[in-house]
Each structure stands twice: as C-alpha cells, then as structure tokens.
C-alpha cells in the first residue's frame, strides 16, 4: 500500500473569511451581538450570533456542547459511549441513540465507507492517546473483522453490539453537535450566526447585512485556499487526511481509515468538503467521500443528492459539485461537476 508523502500545517480545515473571522471570545452585552469559544470535542469551538439575545443563547450551546461532549467521549468512563463499548449494550439518552441511529443510517447508504466501528483499528494505530504506530498485516488482519457497522444496532434507547464491536462517534459528532446549535438559535429567535466546530462550519441565516457568509476552503498542502464558497443555512464540513496524521519513516498515516482495508484510506483525495444544510450528514459524508475518491464519491452525489462537494485530489485538481457552481470562488482551476456527465 502506498501512502501519500504530505507537507502540510495542523490546522483547521474551514475558515471565515475576513470580515467575519470568530477567533476571539468574548461579547458586547446588548449590542445585539455576541462571541464566544469552547473548548470541547477535542477542538476549539468559535460561535457567533446577532440578535437582542445573541449572549444568552451561545451560553446555552455552550452547555449544549459540554453536556453531548461528556456523552460523547469514547475515552472518559462517565461517557454513555463508554457504556456501550464497554458492556456491550446499554441504555443510553435519546440524543446518543439518535447519533448512532444517523451514523448507521450513513453507514447503510455509503456501502460502510463510513464505519462508526472503526474504533479498534483506530487504536491499533494509536490514534487514541497519540501513541502512533504502524500495525504489522497480521494485526490488521486479526482486528478488521472487529469492524462492521452491522454488529450494532438501536432499538429505542437501547444499543447493543455483537462481536466485540466498539464506537467511535469522531466522525459525525461534530456535525451533529453544530446541528443542535443551530436549533438552539432558532429557538431563541436568533437569525443570523456562524459556527466553527474544529472545521465544521455551520451558518445559520445570511450575515446581518443580508449577504451571503463565506466560508473558505484550506489548501490541504498550506498557503492560499484553495476557494471560497458562499452559504446560508448550510454546514460545510472538510475530511482531510491533513487534519490528523503522524509520519513514520518519511511515511504520512492519517487518521481516516477505511473500513474495508483497515490502512488510513488512500483513495486520490487530500480532502472532500461537503455542504448541506445537515450538518450531521455533511459530517459523515465528509469521512465517507474521503474514503471513496472522487470517482466513487461523485457517482455517490449523482444517486443520492442533498449535499454538494469540493474534492481535492493527490495531483492538486479540484473538482467542484454543480449545485456551488454560482457561489464558489477561486484563483485556480477547478472543473465543475454536472450530474449527466458521471455515468
Ligand atoms: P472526520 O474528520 O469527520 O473525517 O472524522 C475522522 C474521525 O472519524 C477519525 O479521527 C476517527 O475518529 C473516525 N473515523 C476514521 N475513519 C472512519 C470511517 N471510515 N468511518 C467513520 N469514522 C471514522
Ligand atoms: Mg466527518
């Protein structure tokens, strides 16, 4: 298996253009708007929203956040996720249940490109606690047929799993979590906001002055983006094998696997950006269509719709989805996807 040679920089995936840039906290009470940061999920969380209760609401994300982070965590034992890797089955909250209801269901759709039981094969390469590694075969071999999304499954608010499976919800958590933000804001009357969950972007209405948020792409390889797209109502989630990844021997490993293989995925792309106005889905898209590549990843977008997507592949094409066609930017050159052209 060869395994992409990369210089690139850790940092996150999306950012706000100028003019609307949510890198500092803090807020101005009763101006109408407010900012604040969140350390959870592993990452740093920017929130920001206009409106008479702008503060108020971002507190109550904010406690959102925590309260679906200490859920969540695979790693922490008071976790519910914990529970179920743990014993096997459990009864957990209707939000977990949702969570792992959502992955499954983008498991069965993307023919298990995205695996929510990856977790022992994340381990083997010691993404957990950073103690990286490179397998030799036969332990991927021993420990693949741990994997397989089918040995879990959801009835009401009980999970159970077969087989010694385990769950890592690194993969969709985010996207779910920026989902329930955007609810929180709603319900609080909020109009106009933008969030920025360690890459997952998620905007909610127009900027105040009733234009479009811009959300740049980061060139996987550093410097410039590689473009910028105009949203409302829309997430933007970016997979890259950029984002995480530890160097062995002049070697890149990444931290997306692929189910099928057990090695991180090594399909043509430095990153897949994903839009939609569900942020779950774009989340486990995102992961999914990294897996596949571009060819498979567009016959994906051709047959099932509801997201669009930016693809940059290992020779630096990028390669853009029709629906974005009128809102993505950019100073290099880029080939847009219509649907009649996959076959
Ligand atoms: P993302 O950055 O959203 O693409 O998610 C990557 C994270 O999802 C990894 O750090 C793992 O925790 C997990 N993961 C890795 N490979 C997969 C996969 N094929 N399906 C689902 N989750 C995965
Ligand atoms: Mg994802």
């Known amino acids: 298996m060869k395994f992409k040679r990369l210089i690139c920089c850790l940092t996150a995936s999306i950012f706000i253009t100028a003019g609307c840039t949510i890198t500092e906290t803090g807020q101005s009470e009763g101006s109408g708007e407010a900012e604040i940061s969140v350390y959870a999920m592993d990452t740093v969380m920017n929130l920001k929203a206009y409106g008479s209760n702008a503060e108020s609401a ?34 957990i909250s209707e939000d977990t249940a949702e969570i792992v209801s959502r992955a499954l269901e983008i498991s069965r759709l993307t023919g298990g490109a995205f695996d929510i039981s990856i977790a022992p094969i994340m381990d083997l390469w010691g993404f957990y606690g950073n103690n990286f590694r490179v397998p030799a075969a036969e332990e991927i071999g021993m420990t693949l047929p741990l994997v397989g999304y089918e040995n879990i499954s959801v009835d009401g608010c009980a999970v159970s799993v077969k087989n010694e499976a385990k769950i890592d919800l690194g993969g969709i958590a985010k996207g779910f979590a920026s989902d329930r933000i955007m609810e929180i804001l709603r319900r609080n009357n909020i109009e106009s906001g933008i969030i920025s969950l360690g890459g997952n972007v998620q905007t909610l209405g127009e900027k105040p002055d009733g234009s479009k948020w811009r959300v740049a792409i980061q060139n996987p390889d550093g410097g410039a983006y590689i ?37 991180p995925a090594d399909s043509g792309v430095k990153s897949v950006t994903v839009f939609s106005s569900d942020g779950t889905l774009a989340d486990g898209l995102s992961t999914a269509l990294f897996v596949m590549g ?22 630096n094409k990028i390669y853009v989805t029709e629906g974005i066609e009128s809102v993505f930017e950019s100073e290099f050159d880029y080939e847009i996807i219509k649907r009649e052209m996959i076959k």
């Open 58 to 91: 971002l507190r109550e994300a904010e406690r959102e956040i925590l309260r679906l982070d200490s859920q969540l965590k695979r790693g922490s034992e008071n976790s519910e996720v914990y529970k179920i890797n743990s014993g096997g089955a459990a009864e």
């Open 227 to 263: 473009g910028t797209v105009g949203i409302s109502d829309m997430a933007a989630v970016t997979s890259g094998g950029y984002q995480r990844f530890f160097e062995r021997d002049g070697m890149v490993y990444h931290h997306i696997i692929d189910p099928k293989t057990g090695y």
């Open 294 to 315: 571009l060819n498979e990843g567009l016959e994906y977008w051709r047959n099932h719709g509801g997201f669009d997507a930016v693809f940059v592949t290992d020779d």
